[in-house]
């Protein structure tokens, strides 16, 4: 069974963003750490990061037939973007994670909600670069 793990914008500044948030383990240690959490549950892995809502809009087209399965942190786009979760919906047969790295329930307004957690399967949330491994523990439910 293949997984794709899929990281939204910033994503790729953890380590130097926000490190009383995000911690200061930097983007390439957490995705080796994905990487053997992956491995460990049984799980092909891939990885994709972009900072562009269109490119990921394309990468969830292409997981029909390609990946059983999908942990997606999403990051601000989590909040607002419909046409995320318009993706996320016209792929119904691949069941999607959504997962964040802070508890987004302990911080502003706006992260409280989610516009695309009604299409994905079950949400993880606070528990660090452990939210990714509690997200792909959970598609092996799922799967
Ligand atoms: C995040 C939470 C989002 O609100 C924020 O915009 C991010 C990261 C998280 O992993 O905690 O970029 O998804």
Do not use: W
């Not at 911690?23 to 080796?32: F, R, S």
């Not at 601000?76 to 995320?84: E, K, P």
């Not at 606070?126 to 959970?138: H, M, N, V």
């Amino acid at each position: 069974k293949k997984i794709l793990v899929m990281l939204g914008p910033n994503l790729n500044m953890v380590g130097t963003r926000e490190k009383n948030i995000y911690g200061e383990e930097n983007a390439d240690t957490i995705n080796q750490d994905i990487k053997s959490f992956a491995k460990n549950a049984g799980f092909e892995c891939d990885i994709f990061q972009s900072n562009h809502e269109g490119d990921l809009i394309d990468k969830i087209h292409s997981t029909l037939g390609v990946y059983d399965g999908v942990v997606l942190n999403a990051g601000a786009l989590t909040h607002y973007s419909y046409a995320l979760r318009d993706a996320i919906a016209s792929v119904t047969a691949v069941p999607f994670i959504e997962v964040h790295m802070s508890n987004v329930h302990k911080r502003e307004e706006f992260r409280h909600k989610s516009v695309i957690s009604a299409v994905c399967a079950g949400v993880i949330c606070g528990f660090g670069k452990d939210s990714y491994r509690l997200g792909i523990e959970a598609l092996k439910g799922l799967i």
